[in-house]
């Protein structure tokens, strides 16, 4: 094997080219899947929806995303696919497609899990990328790749009400250059990812190293993490779903205005997650996961009984502290069970969509019967369930022994 391509392969040290190419590739993926939630304002005008409606198109979207990730996750371990991600940006863009030019109702259902099929098809591997190529600065690496997403979701109000609000529902469809240009960086990182899965094939020996915990305490650490999951991805769903209709009702906006509202919470997510990743690394991610769910708790309470001008500057806040568990509740996950990275990535990105999925769907439901004020209320409890973090073990004073594969 050349200098050349040992170089290229070296997993001792961080791979910035990469985390960046994957870092864009999750900001198109999630760009594309954020078409969905933006655009239930419009969704539900063109078609005359009630909110138990608009919840199911969510569902649907989050259950197609979430079922299919550990399934792809257990077999890439396995079978580690380097190029699954582009065949699964091919179903993004027949969904894309053809919510940009169905007609009715269940057509958009389809569209929206072919979407939510791509989506499960990226996540895992691409999970697997940014771990592989860390360097031993996971939090870090998945910080990168997640603020990838959270930027993709974030802006994706933005590019709605500039090039779709406008002009209707049909201009849905110019979305499919961010897929086109998603399609290039992919090439680019299976090529190296395929170098990657060469080199491990040469090695005489291959090493783990596993967390010195009883099968029983890992268990409930991935039943703790979980927990912290749902609470956090129900709320999200409170926000991402109905915020916007939460806020055109209750201090009657327009739909422009409340896209830009939406936008706040979700740049802040962005950031929220690439600051949670860096000090996942440095403090301890135990730490970061406990003051992340828990630490919004005063703000969600308070947000039901504000005004408008609050409203923006509390959602900010909550989006900047509750993103920041994600890189280190996974990176968490990946250390307790080393020897199952896709399947990990793939359970808990898919448990966190399916949470989205069910929030939506339960909380649109709702709505319809009691009111969006009111949901808002009983869902600003959920953050304290993440006083559980406190059984967490903390992996800076647990032993690592190393294992041969």
Not at 347 to 364: D, K, N, S
Request: a positive charge; aromatic letters at 14%; one cysteine or more.
């Amino acid at each position: 094997m050349s200098d050349t391509t040992e170089s290229k392969i070296n997993l001792l040290k961080t791979n910035y080219s990469i985390l960046i190419a994957i870092c864009l590739a999750h900001l198109s993926n999630d760009l594309i899947q954020a078409i969905i939630p933006v655009s239930l304002p419009m969704l539900k005008d063109n078609y005359d929806l009630n909110f138990t409606q608009i919840g199911m198109i969510t569902l649907f979207f989050q259950l197609s995303s979430s079922i299919f990730q550990p399934i792809v996750g257990a077999y890439t371990d396995k079978n580690p696919m380097p190029y699954s991600q582009i065949i699964g940006m091919v179903f993004s863009l027949i969904g894309v497609v053809l919510l940009a030019y169905v007609r009715y109702y269940h057509g958009i259902l389809i569209a929206v899990t072919f979407i939510g099929i791509g989506s499960s098809i990226f996540h895992p591997e691409s999970s697997r990328v940014a771990y592989l190529s860390s360097g031993g600065k996971r939090s870090l690496a998945q910080s990168i790749f997640q603020i990838g997403g959270n930027t993709g979701t974030a802006i994706a109000p933005l590019i709605i009400g500039w090039i779709v609000l406008p002009y209707g529902q049909k201009n849905i469809i110019y979305f499919i250059a961010i897929i086109f240009f998603a399609q290039l960086v992919l090439a680019y990182i299976a090529k190296w990812y395929a170098l990657v899965l060469s080199a491990k094939s040469n090695m005489k020996k291959k090493t783990i190293l596993l967390p010195d915990l009883s099968h029983s305490k890992v268990r409930n650490s991935i039943i703790i993490l979980l927990i912290l999951i749902f609470s956090k991805y129900f709320y999200i769903a409170s926000i991402s779903s109905y915020l916007q209709f939460y806020l055109i009702e209750k201090f009657h906006i327009n739909d422009l205005q409340s896209h830009i509202y939406l936008f706040y919470f979700l740049i802040a997510v962005a950031v929220g997650t690439l600051l949670g990743g860096f000090l996942g690394d440095k403090v301890g991610r135990k730490y970061i996961i406990w003051f992340s769910v828990l630490g919004c708790a005063p703000f969600t309470l308070i947000l039901p009984y504000v005004n408008l001008f609050w409203s923006g500057v509390l959602v900010s806040i909550i989006g900047l502290i509750l993103s920041s568990a994600f890189p280190s509740i996974l990176v968490y996950a990946q250390e307790l069970l080393p020897k199952k990275i896709g399947m990990i990535s793939g359970l808990f990105y898919g448990f966190a969509f399916g949470m989205g999925g069910l929030g939506a769907a339960l909380l649109g439901w709702w709505a319809d019967v009691a009111s969006l004020e009111f949901i808002y209320k009983v869902c600003s409890f959920l953050p304290l369930l993440g006083m559980t973090a406190y059984f967490l073990p903390d992996m800076k004073k647990i032993r690592f022994k190393e294992v041969s594969l």
